[in-house]
């Protein structure tokens, strides 16, 4: 057990509906990332969060959003969703910066139908 | 949930065996390496790492070398057990505060 926890495990939703995936750091870890993880893409970091603040993006699509609460928990939104943005999404956490030792949650998989 | 790949290259090893696992980064000023495990439905769970100022360093049964000069790491695990079956990936820091994750390699160890 890695300390980091992302809900919902699952998620099944439609093409077009918005759905928000939440992930909860290790304790003392001020640095949150998000991973996308699909079959043809392998694992796709989508953007970082360090104490409240975006530090990093990577491929996140404009239809997805994140942030990072005062108490550092993070969500990732997903919005207008289509069926290739099914996938695993991953939550990783590290005690600051650079992203040195990323611990990662468990993920949440994504269908969309 | 299972991991990534429709068409992972895969290692396939007896157990007692060692296995190697290699991998091509891409960007030449990275300067933090690591190796990661992702067993089925679990996310990547970090394996070792390596800074670019080493060119070896040893773990708990687990060796990474990294070759700067043709930007090749590799893992080396020694006498691979059956839980060591897993997916393998190789990350890099970038130095834009983002790891840039490799494809990833299957490792299946026979008993």
């Known amino acids: 057990d890695s300390g980091v926890t992302q809900t919902p495990k699952h998620l099944i939703t439609a093409t077009g509906q918005r759905v928000t995936l939440r992930c909860s750091p290790r304790s003392g870890d001020l640095s949150v990332y998000w991973y996308q993880q699909s079959l043809d893409q392998g694992l796709q970091f989508l953007i970082q969060y360090y104490n409240g603040e975006e530090r990093a993006k990577g491929n996140i699509l404009e239809r997805f959003s994140a942030q990072q609460f005062p108490d550092l928990h993070s969500e990732l939104n997903l919005s207008s969703l289509e069926l290739g943005d099914s996938a695993l999404y991953f939550c990783?956490?590290?005690?600051?910066?650079?992203?040195?030792?990323?611990?990662f949650g468990p993920g949440t998989r994504l269908t969309v139908t | 949930g299972e991991s990534v790949g429709l068409h992972l290259p895969t290692l396939s090893v007896q157990e007692g065996d060692n296995s190697i696992i290699n991998c091509a980064y891409s960007?030449?000023?990275?300067?933090?390496f690591i190796w990661y495990k992702q067993e089925s439905g679990k996310g990547p769970q970090f394996i070792i790492d390596?800074?670019?100022?080493?060119d070896k360093r040893q773990g708990q049964r687990v060796t990474v070398l990294l070759n700067k000069t043709v930007k090749h790491l590799s893992l080396q695990i020694a006498a691979t057990q059956p839980g060591d079956s897993a997916v393998y990936f190789c990350a890099e820091n970038t130095g834009f505060q983002k790891l840039v994750f490799g494809t990833g390699t299957r490792l299946l160890v026979s008993p």
């Open positions: 390596i800074r670019s100022n080493m």
């Open positions: 990783a956490s590290s005690e600051g910066l650079p992203s040195y030792e990323q611990y």
């Open positions: 960007n030449s000023a990275s300067d933090y």
